[in-house]
C-alpha cells in the first residue's frame, strides 16, 4: 500500500520564502517613505501655531513682523518637537520655517519646511510649496505636493 504524503516538500517552503522577501523588498522602502512623510507633518502641526499668530497679527496691523516674537510667540529654539528642533520666522515677512533636525530621519535631516502666507482682501492662507522648502517633494504632505 502506498503511503500519503504529509507536510511540505522542500522546495514548497522555498517557494512560500521566495512570495515573503520579495513582498518585504517592495514595502519596506515604501513603508520607509511613510515615515519620512509623518516626520514632516510635525513641521507643519508645529509651524500652525505660528500661522495663528502671525494671521492675527497681520488683520490687526495691516503687516507681517520681521521676527515670530513681535507676533507673541516663544523664541524659535524653544518651539521644538521630536524631529523639529525650530520654528522661526524669517528676514521676509509672512514666512515660518520648520528646521529638521533631532531624530529625523537623515533623509530630512537639516532641511527646511517654509510656510508663506499669501493674503487676499485681509484674510490669510498658508502654502508650503515656496523656495523656502528644502525637503525633497516626495516626502511633502499632499497639499504641498499639489500647489497648497
Same mark, same amino acid.
Given at each position: 500500500?502506498?503511503?500519503?504524503?504529509?507536510?511540505?516538500?522542500?522546495?514548497?517552503?522555498?517557494?512560500?520564502?521566495?512570495?515573503?522577501?520579495?513582498?518585504?523588498?517592495?514595502?519596506?522602502?515604501?513603508?520607509?517613505?511613510?515615515?519620512?512623510?509623518?516626520?514632516?507633518?510635525?513641521?507643519?502641526?508645529?509651524?500652525?501655531?505660528?500661522?495663528?499668530?502671525?494671521?492675527?497679527?497681520?488683520?490687526?496691523?495691516?503687516?507681517?513682523?520681521?521676527?515670530?516674537?513681535?507676533?507673541?510667540?516663544?523664541?524659535? @529654539?524653544?518651539?521644538?518637537?521630536?524631529?523639529?528642533?525650530?520654528?522661526?520666522?524669517?528676514?521676509? @515677512?509672512?514666512?515660518?520655517?520648520?528646521?529638521?533636525?533631532?531624530?529625523?530621519?537623515?533623509?530630512?535631516?537639516?532641511?527646511?519646511?517654509?510656510?508663506?502666507?499669501?493674503?487676499?482682501?485681509?484674510?490669510?492662507?498658508?502654502?508650503?510649496?515656496?523656495?523656502?522648502?528644502?525637503?525633497?517633494?516626495?516626502?511633502?504632505?499632499?497639499?504641498?505636493?499639489?500647489?497648497?
Amino acid at each position: 500500500m502506498k503511503s500519503m504524503q504529509k507536510g511540505f516538500t522542500l522546495i514548497e517552503l522555498m517557494i512560500v520564502v521566495a512570495i515573503i522577501a520579495i513582498l518585504a523588498a517592495i514595502a519596506i522602502p515604501a513603508y520607509q517613505n511613510y515615515l519620512i512623510r509623518a516626520q514632516v507633518s510635525e513641521g507643519a502641526v508645529l509651524g500652525s501655531a505660528a500661522e495663528t499668530s502671525l494671521a492675527e497679527f497681520y488683520q490687526n496691523t495691516g503687516h507681517f513682523p520681521t521676527v515670530l516674537a513681535s507676533s507673541g510667540l516663544a523664541t524659535p @529654539a524653544s518651539v521644538q518637537g521630536k524631529y523639529v528642533t525650530s520654528v522661526d520666522g524669517t528676514s521676509t @515677512a509672512g514666512v515660518i520655517i520648520a528646521v529638521f533636525g533631532n531624530q529625523a530621519n537623515s533623509a530630512i535631516n537639516g532641511s527646511q519646511l517654509g510656510l508663506s502666507a499669501i493674503t487676499s482682501g485681509g484674510t490669510v492662507a498658508w502654502s508650503c510649496n515656496n523656495a523656502h522648502t528644502t525637503v525633497a517633494a516626495k516626502y511633502l504632505p499632499t497639499s504641498c505636493r499639489t500647489g497648497g
